[in-house]
T-cell receptor, first 113, second 116 residues
């Protein structure tokens, strides 16, 4: 069975500051990892994904994440955030041919002026 | 990439009634799933919609409450039966294309359901 733990439910940060949203996963098999963003009253948008290859993954809107197998982590980072990055961020994991995706509880990022 | 259309986008329903949500994908997909997102919470997988056979439900979800159909590769429905206010949620359809490292998942915009 797979599970995802997002370590912070809310992360307040000032505009132009760096941010890291933490995600740990557990799985008995190889996994695919994702970060999604959900803006208020909108659907899910894929930020980035790790399927294989380089452990540093770059996504849209200047976000990147690093897959760390030994620490079973997939933390999301951005060097300088904008007010428009205020949203809910979900870490997710899937494995196997079924591609069933399990989501973390979410982290609400507040960017303050 | 696949585009998913969900209908209705939102609805307000009386308790005790049922609502069927439709999910249409604009291209053939491998897998289809239904998720629930309760207010202020994350997405919880309800079931995998299997083409031409009974859906595979996750723990805590049953067919009598959430019957699902998938008559072909691009269409699925989820019915929320005998609704109560606790069923007020966003229901999302998801579809997967490709295989292995080329796999990609897509999500619909969701159906916002309010039960009164």
């Amino acid at each position: 069975a797979q599970s995802v733990t997002q370590l912070d439910s809310q992360v307040p940060v000032f505009e132009e500051a760096p941010v890291e949203l933490r995600c740990n996963y557990s799985s008995s098999v190889s996994v695919y990892l994702f970060w999604y963003v959900q803006y208020p009253n909108q659907g899910l948008q894929l930020l980035l994904k790790y399927l294989s290859g380089s452990t540093l993954v770059k996504g849209i809107n200047g976000f990147e994440a690093e897959f760390n197998k030994s620490q079973t982590s997939f933390h999301l980072r951005k060097p300088s955030v904008h007010i428009s990055d205020t949203a809910e961020y979900f870490c997710a994991v899937s494995s196997g041919g079924g591609f069933k995706t399990i989501f973390g509880a979410g982290t609400r990022l507040f960017v303050k002026a | 990439s696949a585009v998913i259309s969900q209908k209705p986008s939102r609805d307000i329903c009386q308790r005790g009634t049922s609502l069927t949500i439709q999910c249409q994908v604009d291209s053939q997909v491998t897998m289809m799933f239904w998720y629930r997102q309760q207010p202020g919470q994350s997405l919880t997988l309800i079931a995998t919609a299997n083409q031409g056979s009974e859906a595979t439900y996750e723990s805590g979800f049953v067919i009598d409450k959430f019957p699902i159909s998938r008559p072909n590769l691009t269409f699925s429905t989820l019915t929320v039966s005998n609704m109560s206010p606790e069923d007020s949620s966003i229901y999302l359809c998801s579809a997967v294309q490709g295989a292995g490292v080329n796999t990609e998942a897509f999500f619909g915009q969701g159906t916002r359901l309010t039960v009164v």
